[in-house]
């Protein structure tokens, strides 16, 4: 059995990696490598800085690890249990290619970011010389089955799928929910409506009296797996506490169960005390913390 590796591809490799994520969830059940609907919605952020391991056998090599960016010198790493071994090799790898990337005799951080409760790739962190520092993100998990929350909306409030003409309007929101600067506009959402995972009956708006949206949630649905991330999801800052996304988040798990999913998850969840209410009055109780691990290089 011979193990190489080299850089990603995204024309040859991009459905390659997005059937070894569906397969390495179905074999395992682990959340500990990233989701398909997670990897689509990166990808092209994620190409350069991108190196794939693969088990070299006969005509048909087989990935069985990924080192990949989400911004400079911020790793994750996704491997199959089986090939755990190799966690030390993408460990290093990550490390020189960061150092070949730097400025000369700058010093910096690179961080690689592992979900909690991770022992073997711990360790080989810690053997390197990194440190755990403060949480990176959180990931919240609703069982698929369990019952459906009725809320009703607020009188002359209603819910409806998006419409290609919303892109600006719900961007717009998205900028000012969530701070992203001017670069997230309507294109980046007309772009997202192309991937594999949109359901247009699953974007899905809280429409207020005067007519304008100030409430919404997607459910990315992979095709092949089933797997459903919950991104993004807000509401206006005038418009809450009214109970508009308790009934919005009913009404997408109602028409969500049509797909028949098989995981239903927040992959960038918030964790504040408003969000933390919202995630337990609907469901999503099962949480998962992801770290930040540092190592200084000189």
């Known amino acids: 059995m011979k193990i190489v590796s080299r850089?990603?591809?995204?024309?040859?490799?991009?459905?390659?990696?997005?059937?070894?994520?569906?397969?390495?969830?179905?074999?395992?059940?682990?959340?500990?490598?990233?989701?398909?609907?997670?990897?689509e919605g990166s990808s092209d952020q994620m190409a350069s800085g991108t190196r794939l391991w693969e088990e070299v056998e006969?005509?048909?090599?087989?990935?069985?690890?990924?080192?990949?960016?989400?911004?400079?010198?911020?790793?994750?790493?996704?491997?199959?249990?089986?090939?755990?071994?190799?966690?030390?090799?993408?460990?290093?790898?990550?490390?020189?290619?960061?150092?070949?990337?730097?400025?000369e005799n700058e010093v910096f951080k690179v961080s690689i970011v592992a979900l909690e409760d991770n022992p073997m790739r711990e360790s080989a962190l810690q053997m390197r010389g990194f440190e755990r520092g403060p949480i990176?993100?959180?990931l919240r998990v609703r069982p698929i089955n369990d019952p459906i929350p009725d809320y009703i909306l607020p009188e002359g409030y209603r819910i409806r799928s998006v419409n290609p003409e919303d892109f600006e309007e719900?961007?717009?929101?998205?900028?000012?929910?969530?701070?992203?600067?001017?670069?997230?506009?309507?294109?980046?959402?007309?772009?997202?409506?192309?991937?594999?995972?949109?359901?247009?009956?699953?974007?899905?708006?809280v429409v207020a009296p005067d007519g304008s949206i100030v409430s919404f949630c997607t459910f990315r649905v992979d095709p092949e797996s089933r797997i459903t991330e919950l991104e993004p999801m807000g509401t206006l800052p005038d418009y809450r506490r009214k109970g508009l996304a308790?009934?919005?988040?009913?009404e997408g798990f109602r028409r969500l169960k049509t797909y028949n999913p098989t995981l239903l998850y927040i992959g960038g969840a918030a964790d504040t005390p408003e969000a933390n209410r919202l995630y337990t009055v609907t469901g999503f109780n099962e949480r998962y913390d992801y770290y930040y691990w540092y190592k200084t290089i000189a």
């Open 136 to 138: 990176y993100g959180i």
């Open 246 to 250: 308790k009934a919005l988040l009913a």
């Open 7 to 39: 850089p990603y591809e995204k024309v040859g490799d991009f459905n390659r990696v997005m059937s070894f994520l569906r397969e390495t969830f179905t074999e395992t059940g682990s959340l500990h490598n990233w989701l398909p609907p997670r990897f």
């Open 170 to 205: 719900i961007a717009a929101g998205i900028r000012k929910v969530f701070g992203h600067g001017e670069w997230f506009t309507g294109r980046t959402l007309e772009n997202t409506a192309k991937a594999s995972f949109y359901v247009e009956d699953l974007d899905l708006v």
């Open 58 to 103: 006969g005509a048909s090599p087989r990935i069985v690890g990924i080192a990949n960016p989400e911004s400079k010198f911020v790793y994750f790493i996704q491997i199959h249990p089986d090939y755990s071994y190799l966690e030390g090799e993408l460990i290093d790898w990550i490390i020189e290619h960061s150092k070949s990337t730097k400025p």
